[in-house]
């Protein structure tokens, strides 16, 4: 007998509000960010640098602060 090849089939959801909201945080506070550095530092790595340290920084709290695992992306079904 032939042994059938089983796949594992996973289908995820993303909800647009998260979507958009993860947009606005990088583009706004990212240039935000960057821009301040820019100013004080008048160097484009350390802004750079900043800006990436600086959302990366505010994701990692958001997730500390609730558990968006739950909220944001949901499984819908898993085929064997």
């Known amino acids: 007998m032939a042994k059938k090849n089983e796949q594992a089939f996973l289908v995820v959801f993303v909800e647009g509000a998260v979507i958009k909201r993860l947009m606005i945080l990088d583009i706004m506070v990212g240039s935000g960010i960057y821009y301040a550095l820019q100013w004080m530092c008048s160097s484009i790595i350390i802004s750079m640098i900043g800006s990436i340290v600086g959302t990366e920084g505010i994701k990692k709290v ?12 949901r499984v819908l079904k898993t085929v064997k």
């Open 62 to 73: 958001q997730k500390q602060r609730k558990n968006p695992d739950i909220k944001l992306v």
